[in-house]
């Protein structure tokens, strides 16, 4: 039985990784001082990592994959609570006895069970260093005084992989606190309005820290050459364009 029991277990894993590279996801990979970072863009403002075998899901979305047939999550990133970003239908199928579920505090109202990070919390997880930093709006506002983001709702993250560091912005502006990030090797900075920047802001944003690498991504219906055009003399600055509308 417990021969079995290995086979089909591994035909099931080896059908899913199948099914989901059918799906033709674009992926880039990134060599780390710990082996190759592996990045797939599954659209609008959700990822997967992959790292020495563990598997990071960052806000995972019904609408754009079939989580039945996604590699279940070691680590679960959720930035904030709008229902683009926090899909419980996702994460029930994403969840195994052994996944972390990292959240915002709002977000633990709406999903039980995840570990909450507040803006400046700094954590371990399974090997990888996570930092939960701000991410909010300045500017763009649901009604007068009332931004789309309001700071302290919402994280971004900063996740360490070998000597790579990685920023997932969240949903947010080029915020002061941008400033203070330090040694990222790549960033997702979001681009969409009204609800984040303009190409404009996330040019600011970009200036702020260079970034080694930059993906706009979460960026809807936004031109994205008009930020190639505006970083084009930021030499250090590779901006990577993925299909993440």
């Known amino acids: 039985m417990g021969k079995l029991f290995l086979v089909v277990g591994f035909a099931s894993v080896m059908f899913a990784f199948t099914a989901f590279a059918q799906e ?24 997967m990592f992959t790292f020495g075998g563990t598997v990071i899901h960052v806000d995972p979305w019904s609408r754009l994959a079939d989580y ?25 199928k994403l969840l195994t006895e052994k996944t972390t ?11 039980k069970g995840g570990a909450v990070m507040k803006n400046g919390d ?27 983001h309001p700071k302290g709702i919402g994280n971004g993250y900063v996740i360490t992989f070998g000597n790579k560091r990685v920023y997932v912005a969240g949903d947010t502006e080029n915020i002061p ?5 330090e040694k990222i090797d790549i960033a ?32 809807g219906k936004t031109d994205v050459s008009k930020i190639v055009n505006l970083l084009k003399e930021e030499k250090e600055i590779e901006i990577r364009i993925r299909k993440m509308k």
């Open 188 to 219: 997702f900075l979001p681009m969409n309005l009204p609800y984040t920047m303009t190409p404009e802001m996330v040019a600011g944003a970009a200036k702020m820290f260079k970034p080694k690498i930059l993906y706009p991504y979460h960026y």
């Open 24 to 47: 033709n996801y674009e992926t880039d990979s990134i060599k780390t001082s710990a082996g190759n970072l592996e990045i797939t863009f599954i659209g609008h403002g959700t990822l």
């Open 122 to 148: 700094l954590k371990t997880e399974k090997g990888l260093k996570i930092e939960a930093v701000p991410a909010y709006n300045l500017v763009h506002m649901r009604s007068e005084g009332i931004p789309f």
């Open 68 to 92: 039945s047939k996604m590699p279940k999550a070691d680590i679960i990133l959720l930035t904030h609570h709008h229902r683009d970003h926090l899909d419980r239908a996702a994460v029930e």
């Open 101 to 111: 579920l990292i959240l915002t505090e709002t977000c633990s109202e709406k999903i």
């Open 177 to 181: 606190e941008m400033k203070s990030l």
